[in-house]
């Protein structure tokens, strides 16, 4: 009983705060002209939350990455028309991908979860949406500026530093390994700036970070 108990109270801390979904502010998702990749910066307090809106047709495919600056902070996305959550955030983590989008308006929700709100706390996140795909047809892959995004995401906890601090390369290059890789630096305030590389398989999915200066992280 006790546990099930414990496993419960759990399960609520980490809700998004029902009282929020009333306040959250809409943000439509602007992709610039023959883009498939795009990215917006957000801020959300309390139980203030934001709806970031996008368009796609069926068929296609959709990645989404979100790198927030709070532990406490959770994007859940949603389907055209749908009222449960195809990803919830603080199950499955801050990353979705699809691949076979429905055609419509697909919503992804960021939100404090129950007692950061209650706090009041505040969470600065970055979310970036690739689409990719003819409709009907395959996907083109994950794009450079997705890549980009990754390695910055799985860099700014590892040097434990926010994202905006990782400086990378413009191009993204082929791997001694065979796959890809993309170099930077990090700014670690006193301690200098680190030499870092971020490691992709041939297919585009992240493998590791490497840290590059010799005195490590």
């Given at each position: 009983m006790i546990a099930r108990l414990a496993i419960a109270m759990t399960a609520l801390a980490l809700a998004p705060c029902p009282s929020a979904f009333a306040q959250?502010?809409?943000?439509?998702?602007?992709?610039?002209?023959?883009?498939?990749?795009?990215s917006?910066?957000?801020?959300?307090?309390?139980?203030?939350?934001?709806?970031y809106t996008f368009e796609t047709t069926a068929g296609q495919t959709l990645q989404v990455l979100f790198?927030?600056?709070?532990?406490?902070?959770?994007?859940?996305?949603?389907?055209?028309?749908?009222?449960?959550?195809?990803h919830i955030g603080s199950v499955a983590g801050n990353e979705?991908?699809?691949t076979a989008t429905q055609a419509g308006?697909?919503?992804?929700q960021v939100s404090l979860v129950r007692n950061a709100a209650r706090r009041n706390e505040t969470c600065?996140?970055?979310?970036?949406?690739?689409?990719?795909?003819r409709p009907g047809g395959s996907s083109a892959g994950v794009s450079d500026a997705m890549l980009r995004d990754r390695c910055r995401a799985e860099a700014a906890p590892m040097y434990g530093v926010a994202p905006r601090r990782i400086a990378l390369a413009s191009s993204v290059g082929p791997s001694a390994e065979g796959g890809l890789q993309i170099d930077g630096t990090v700014d670690k305030g006193?301690?200098?700036?680190?030499?870092?590389?971020?490691?992709?398989?041939?297919?585009?999915?992240?493998?590791?970070?490497?840290?590059?200066?010799p005195d490590g992280r």
């Open positions: 959250d502010r809409t943000v439509p998702v602007r992709f610039q002209p023959g883009a498939t990749a795009a917006v910066k957000g801020t959300v307090r309390g139980q203030q939350g934001i709806n790198t927030p600056s709070n532990r406490s902070c959770t994007v859940n996305v949603y389907a055209p028309g749908a009222d449960e959550a195809v979705f991908g699809q308006t697909y919503r992804a600065r996140h970055t979310l970036s949406i690739e689409i990719t795909g006193r301690e200098g700036r680190k030499k870092l590389r971020c490691l992709f398989t041939r297919e585009r999915g992240f493998d590791r970070v490497m840290a590059m200066t």
